[in-house]
């Protein structure tokens, strides 16, 4: 028993071991990400850039244009992976991304609606923020409404629809806005972009996503149960219909605030929980710090790629497809079957 004991209490376990390792990669990154852009900093204008020190032009440069979105990317990136780690495991399937139920397309319409009425940024955002809120619950809504049908799947079914309606309102708004002002930013804007990004932007979705992901992180053994089926839930005592309801509320909160943010980023809620899955399991306490912080990673490295390898700056929805949708066609080539 004691030797026993002992190597209990001397080794490490693997997922804390990878999650400081994640940890520290994550400060790396951000740190360069500072030092990268058309003003180069070194590594010492950095350092004493963040203390307030040192060349006044660097300290512009780091505090109101680099770690504004540095941290917004950081923001957007881990919110996006978390909230598709929910949802994978709600749904116990792993190709589900975060607007499985027409989120990023209610709140694709909302934005776009608010750039047609020429409103001002904040409003917008919050038009984003309200449209992906609106479409999750209709979606809610009808499918309490329907019954003797398999939950889930009237829910994904649901989502379709809500996103293809969500989607021909986009269009209609895009044929109708003014080609020489308001088309540019609607597209711009629907294609996910950092651009501009200030403090004062991320201030409003920091508080949502923190409020969306406290349930998540308390209810994460119930979420693994939910991953086994409704049956076996409940008969371990769980209330799935109750669980399911908040786990979704949670994560569509997080995915809306972080979309009013940035625009419509796909593929990184698809993508990177898949990645920690197979780094760390199926767990779902392991898995989703794991998400979060690989996507806070992807996503700085994907955002930094934008704003440096181009005279003009690429969106982000461009470049998370390119590598996305090559990932996406080795998944389906991986053939595997079932939840894992």
Known sequence: MGRGTTADVSLPRPGLTLTGALAVALALLAFGAMMIGPYAL????????LTVQ????AQI??????????GAALLVGAALAAAGASYQALFRNPLVSPDILGV???????AVAGIFLSLPVAAIQASAFVGGMVAVGVVMLVGALVRNTDRTLTLVLLGVVVGALAGAATSLLKVMADPYDQLPAITFWLLGSLASITTRDILPALPMVLVGLIPLALLRWRINVLSLGDDEARALGIE???????????ATLITASVTALAGVVGWVGLVI??????????????????????????LLIVDTLARTIAAVEVPLGVLTAVIGAPFFVWLLARGRRGWS
Do not use: E, K
């Open 240 to 250: 799935a219909g109750r669980t399911r309801f908040v786990v979704i509320a949670a």
């Open 54 to 57: 040192g060349d006044p032009q």
């Open 61 to 70: 440069v780091v505090w109101n244009i680099r770690l504004p979105r540095v």
């Open 42 to 49: 070194t590594p010492g204008q950095v350092l004493a850039a």
């Open 104 to 110: 990023s397309a209610g709140a694709g319409l909302g």
């Open 273 to 298: 929980p898949h990645i920690a899955r197979m780094l760390v399991g199926p767990g779902f306490a392991r898995l989703l710090p794991a998400s979060a912080l690989i996507g806070a990673c992807y």
